[in-house]
């Protein structure tokens, strides 16, 4: 989301219904944001059912990185936990 922000603004400069109950002479601080747009429900329908007709299968790769390394002894696995163990210490 994009946002813009103006410290010390001249009041004078604002647009005149910005300016009502504000001094003349005075400076404020604007800030401007995009304001999000939400997708319509039809949108969204679409997106979930194409989402559940065309699912996208998982490599062999992808998996092995979500689950980690595997076939490690016992040893290496304690030594592993206690190396992350100690990094807190």
């Known amino acids: 989301m ?3 922000v103006r410290e010390h ?3 004078e400069k604002l ?3 910005l300016r009502e109950g504000l001094p003349e002479g005075a400076t404020v601080t604007v800030t ?3 304001v999000a747009t939400k997708p319509s ?3 969204l329908k679409a997106l979930v059912k194409d989402i559940l007709e ?3 299968p998982m ?7 979500l689950v980690g390394p ?11 936990i206690r190396a992350l163990r100690d990094e807190w210490d």
């Open 15 to 17: 647009p005149e219904d």
């Open 2 to 4: 994009n946002r813009i």
């Open 54 to 56: 065309n699912p996208k």
């Open 32 to 34: 401007v944001e995009e």
């Open 41 to 43: 429900l039809e949108e």
């Open 59 to 65: 490599t062999i790769e992808e998996a092995r990185a």
């Open 9 to 11: 603004y001249p009041v």
């Open 70 to 80: 595997r076939n490690v002894t016992a040893e290496e696995a304690v030594q592993r």
